[in-house]
């Protein structure tokens, strides 16, 4: 089981909660669904087939029963029989007019509706009533649905005016108010229908929307998870590499030295070789495996820790410095992240001490803990080949910001610079005090 560097808590698997899981769907509002969508993607690469369908639909249920010569037989048709009756090809340039106009109801809705509301009022001037009159409440559906909303006052007022002389007209067979009622009852119902499908059809736009925008924020946080990683990643890689690098190269160059005078050291400096190889390949090992793929299970090993410091600078005094390490304070009970943080800080320092001060010299290593703060201090007595060339911090390359890095993630600091004998001291200060709780006591 992994353990979190920071925390050093343990994760636990489970099962994920059951809302987390979509509710299967039923076959049919599945079906239809995509039965919608497959409409929708077709409306967007021919919306001239939509509604030429729409007006082909108003003709054949509202047009042709008025084309078709009927008997008068005192049923519904009465009404129709009563009033004033064209040539058929009257009545289809009326009806033309009343539908056609519908072709452009989505485009420019109030320009078709100006036209068929022509066309009506023209018609009933005639003394002529159709039943292709529905359109002019399609219209109205298609302004309040598609056009602005701004017109759809003027709209309204425009279609209750044409209504009234319509009421008015037909007032021998129902009375005035009970014909006024029926037509604005349908006019309501027009604009309603309107209204709950724009509605409807917004709430569905702003969800996917939203849709996308969580998308985006979540391909945001994988990439910066994955960039937070790669630094992470390449810090332990640099402390990892770089340390190991120049313990290998400090006993290789005293190995060769030491071949011709004593082979003896030079075979321990080779075995000393073998060694920090391998343990920097172990290290690696360890820390990359997080990179694996799916299904593998990677060799789980905790992190150094201050325990390890010992080892660790028993490895840097193979290659000749003089190493003395000091600890105080109750060390053993840190948090495994700052215990991670603080071995490295030590690695990091003594790397830069065996690259800069070279093999032959002294370092002292004290790192003490008193409940709140835990301090580190790695101090090196400087070259035994004259005075010390202490290199500027800037001039440090990465390990120093490194080493800050890592302090700020605990509220620390990391402080660098020359003693007054020559050599070089590096300080770091790492915050023990528990993480500030969060408002309604939730850590």
Known sequence: ???????????????????????????????????????????????????????????????????????????????????????????????????????????????????????????WSLGVVLRADVALLVALYSVTLHGRLRHLPWACAAEVALLIPVAARVSGFVSFWEALFFLLTAV??????????????????????????????????????????????????????????????TLADGGAYAADVAPERSKEALRLVGDAG???????????????EKGETPELEPQ?????????????????????????????TLDRGVQLMAYRIVQEALTNTLNHAGPHTRIDVLIAADGRELRIRVRDSGRDDGPAQPVAPSETGNGLAGMRERAALYGGTVDAGPTPTGGWVVTAVLDLAPLPAAPGGTP
């Open 1 to 123: 089981m992994r353990t979190d560097d920071r925390t050093g808590s343990e994760a636990i698997p489970g099962p994920a909660p059951l809302w987390t899981a979509p509710l299967p769907a039923h076959p049919l509002v599945t079906r239809l669904t995509r039965l919608g969508q497959q409409i929708r993607q077709a409306d967007r690469r021919r919306p001239w087939v939509l509604d030429l369908a729409v007006v082909a639909a108003l003709f054949a249920m509202f047009c042709l029963p008025d084309l078709i010569p009927h008997v008068e037989d005192g049923g519904p048709e009465e009404l129709l029989l009563t009033f004033r009756h064209l040539p058929p090809a009257g009545t289809l340039a009326l009806q033309a007019g009343l539908v056609l106009p519908l072709l452009w109801r989505r485009r420019a809705p109030s320009v078709a509706l100006a036209l068929t509301a022509a066309a009506f009022l023209l018609q």
């Open 188 to 249: 309501t119902a027009a604009v309603a229908l309107g209204l709950a499908v724009r509605i409807r059809r917004a709430q569905l736009a702003s969800l996917r929307d939203r849709a996308a925008q969580l998308e985006i924020e979540r391909d945001q946080r994988s990439r910066l998870a994955a960039a937070t990683e790669r630094v992470r990643v390449a810090r332990e890689m640099h402390d990892i590499v770089g340390h190991n690098l120049s313990v290998i190269i």
């Open 278 to 292: 391998r343990q920097a390949l172990g290290e690696l090992r360890r820390m990359l495996g997080v990179l694996r």
């Open 304 to 332: 150094p820790g201050i325990a390890d410091l010992d080892a660790l600078c028993a490895r840097l005094r193979a290659a000749g410095p003089e190493v003395v390490y000091r600890s105080a304070g109750e060390l053993d």
